[in-house]
């Protein structure tokens, strides 16, 4: 959440704004939205008169750095209803601005200035006598003429004494002073700005041609200034001859199409809080390495045996919601400005051509040395009862041999004695 308390121009003595930013990842775009709103009763007031069309604009600044560095320039604006002086400006329902994501990794998003401009729509209006726009010196009165008469508002001001003033302050291109023409009405002088700017005066006793009127028209545009810089200007009118009537009817005030917003009827914003930053994670695509091996399926690990939820195997991360949340597209996560530690996985990417080699896990812990590697362990050692006995056989065999060959040579011996 961003403070701000702004001044001069159209927010006056002061009008506070909240604005809530909230940055969002779509198609390898960064975008950052502010949401903004009033704060208190004090808004942004019409500088004067203007037809619906009127723009309120606003821009934002977030400052990057980190794994890329630059701006970001939340704008959005609102078009105004038919204005008057003092009327409530509506504001944007949000700024918003985005920017290509070049780099993979961490960056902060931190909050700064704010303006605010006006943009005037082009039209003209009427500013009636009897507006609090129009100030009067000397003795004026109010009349309401009966029919036929057909005064704007029906209604006019008039007055027979010299230098008596009537006083519009307005801002537009152009400006006209409307009022009768009528006989024997006296001579006007017309101060654009405090200044005498036409040397003729306004004869509202003639008319363009120059003649004599002989009778009582209304609502006759009486002098017309010339394409003026948009900002505020005076307009006076005088009456010049004592004992002869001058008459006020209304002003005509007029504005042409406006390119950039003036910049008398800025803002200026200072934040008043101190919002600290976003951290947002920014992860790199999914294509491989130059290095890799082309893998059609996607790399995984061999399941944990004791993890009770196989298709998740980090079940933390949904519900540690206070230390970051994901908060569009597959890469973005506002983090709090805390330290975290992130655990990095890596894969091999395994071979799916026809001549690929297949490798499985050992059925037992320990291959016994000098055997083949079938995966399979031999039998546990048992006695070699054949051999043993075999073995017994051959040497009583050759006992008895032996003991049959001595007697027969005893018995040999004797009779040979």
Request: net charge negative; with cysteine.
């Amino acid at each position: 959440m961003i403070n701000y308390h702004c001044t001069g121009g159209i927010a006056g003595d002061g009008v506070d704004l909240e604005a809530r930013m909230t940055p969002q990842l779509t198609s390898g775009v960064l975008n950052v939205k502010w949401d903004m709103s009033y704060i208190g009763d004090a808004r942004f007031g019409s500088p004067g008169y203007f037809a619906a069309g009127s723009r309120l604009s606003m821009e934002g600044v977030v400052d990057i750095d980190g794994a890329w560095e630059g701006q970001i320039r939340p704008k959005g604006g609102k078009d105004q209803e038919e204005l008057v002086p003092g009327s409530f400006l509506t504001l944007p329902e949000g700024l918003s601005h985005g920017a290509a994501v070049t780099e993979t990794g961490k960056v902060r998003l931190k909050p700064g200035a704010l303006a605010i401009r006006f943009t005037p729509s082009a039209g003209e209006w009427m500013v009636n006598d009897t507006n609090g726009a129009v100030d009067y010196t000397g003795p004026w009165t109010l009349e309401h003429p009966p029919e036929p008469y057909e005064d704007h508002h029906h209604d006019v001001h008039k007055v027979s004494e010299a230098n008596a003033v009537a006083k519009l302050t307005f801002k537009g291109t152009k400006v006209e002073y409307i009022g009768r023409r009528e006989p024997g009405l006296g001579q006007v002088r017309v101060l654009l700005n405090g200044k005498e700017v036409t040397k003729g005066l306004v004869e509202p006793g003639k008319d363009t041609a120059g003649n004599d009127v002989t009778g009582t028209t209304t609502q006759e545009t009486l002098w017309t200034s010339d394409t003026l810089e948009y900002k505020q200007h005076t307009l006076e009118i005088i009456n010049v001859e004592a004992g002869k009537t001058a008459y006020l009817d209304a002003f005509k005030v007029t504005i042409g199409s406006i390119a950039e917003p003036p910049i008398h009827d800025q803002a200026t914003c200072t934040m008043t809080n101190n919002p600290g930053t976003i951290d947002v994670t920014v992860g790199g695509t999914n294509s491989p390495s130059p290095t890799d091996d082309p893998d059609t399926d996607p790399p995984t690990d061999d399941p944990d045996p004791n993890n009770p939820n196989p298709n998740n195997p980090d079940p933390d991360d949904d519900d540690d919601v206070d230390s970051h949340a994901t908060v569009g597209g597959d890469f973005v996560r506002v983090v709090t400005p805390t330290t975290t530690t992130t655990a990095t996985t890596t894969v091999t990417p395994r071979s799916t051509g026809p001549t690929a080699t297949k490798y499985y896990r050992a059925q037992v812990a320990n291959t016994p040395s000098g055997g083949v590697e079938t995966g399979v362990a031999p039998d546990a050692d048992r006695p070699p009862y054949s051999l043993m006995a075999g073995g017994m056989a051959l040497v009583m065999g050759t006992a008895g041999g032996g003991l049959l060959l001595r007697r027969r040579r005893a018995e040999h011996a004797g009779g040979a004695q």
